[in-house]
């Protein structure tokens, strides 16, 4: 998704319609928001509405600095969850939103979170692209507009100048995506941390986890988790990790599992390209540095797991996401 381009601000034009999710309202702000440069402020957010007072889903309204002039200085156009009755019951939009519409410049991009695609698919802009949104409204978004190609799952689908993501907290992971990808890593990770989210899931990731991993100290396994980050490097295995934590492999396997929803071997390949992903994002070490320093073995293995996982070589990655020297 191309970046921001010239010294303003990014201008982020985020559209409430009634009744807004007042969640998925707030994610952009936040965000966008909270980005700093080294002059300051990276973006210029603004949300903004065709009233003045918008109604949301949680009991309260919103009172807007903006109005629907806002659209027409966007650069980034971003349609939270809403339960816009003309977009979510019957598909199509009023002329006085698809007017306002109109005013977007060519060169913006367009985001939308949650049933927000419900509104950029009424106004055209999701013809051609592959869709997310809640895993719940996917098969009304499906009958609403047939011709489009509805994953429900995945937390986000970035296609170029146009990116949809999954339900509410899907979201954040759109948004940090984008500005990773506007301003690198380091960019986004403070923020992330500024939030206290996780700065990385990857848009391919299902939308919904029946066993979230918990923190690595939790648990009866958790003493082992925590010393195999501190020797991910190493030899590892199932084997290494009972006997860590004293007990069987048969044992520690099923306390594993049903502490973190999977098993032992899952979960170090998942760690040990968490922290190449790190590397590369942040050092010069070379792909093979990178991937005996995280126990991967060979630069092809560390390829190959990038590859499934995130759909890039490590390469790519690095050029992709790491910051460039003195930004």
């Not at 921001?4 to 994610?27: N, S």
């Not at 889903?57 to 919103?62: K, N, V």
């Not at 971003?78 to 339960?83: A, K, L």
């Not at 759109?174 to 899931?201: F, I, M, Q, T």
């Amino acid at each position: 998704m191309a970046g921001p381009v010239g010294p303003r601000p990014h201008v982020v034009a985020v559209l409430a319609l009634p009744e807004v999710v007042g969640f998925d309202l707030q994610i952009p702000p936040q965000v966008f928001g909270t980005a700093e440069g080294p002059d300051g402020p990276l973006y210029d957010v603004r949300v903004c509405g065709l009233e003045e007072r918008v109604a949301s889903t949680a009991g309260f309204s919103l009172l807007l600095e903006h109005g629907a002039e806002a659209l027409a200085a966007a650069d980034t156009v971003i349609v939270p969850g809403t339960h816009y009755v003309p977009a979510r019951r019957d598909g199509v939009l009023p002329d006085d939103l698809l007017a306002a519409l109109d005013t977007v410049p060519a060169h913006a991009r367009w985001l939308s979170i949650c049933t927000g695609a419900f509104v950029l698919a009424a106004a055209g802009r999701l013809a051609g692209h592959r869709v997310a949104t809640h895993w719940a409204r996917a098969d009304d978004l499906r009958r609403l507009h047939p011709d489009l190609a509805v994953d429900e799952s995945v937390l986000f689908v970035d296609d170029g100048d146009v990116a949809t993501s999954a339900g509410l907290a899907a979201g954040l992971d759109l948004c940090l995506h984008v500005l990773r990808g506007d301003h690198g890593a380091e960019v986004a990770n403070a923020v992330a941390r500024h939030l206290v989210v996780s700065p990385w899931r990857d848009g391919g990731q299902a939308q919904f986890i029946d066993h979230p991993l918990p923190a690595a100290g939790a648990g009866a396994t958790g003493a082992a988790r925590a010393w195999a980050l501190e020797h991910l490097d190493e030899d590892l295995d199932v084997a290494a990790l009972a006997a860590h934590a004293a007990m069987s492999v048969r044992t520690f396997t099923r306390r594993f599992r049903a502490e973190t929803g999977t098993s032992p071997h899952a979960w170090l390949v998942a760690q040990r390209l968490a922290r190449a992903r790190r590397l590369l994002e942040g050092t010069d070490l070379p792909v093979d540095r990178v991937a005996a320093a995280v126990g991967l073995g060979t630069a092809a293995s560390l390829r190959a797991h990038l590859a499934e996982t995130v759909g890039l070589s490590p390469l790519a990655y690095r050029r992709r996401f790491r910051v460039p020297a003195g930004r």
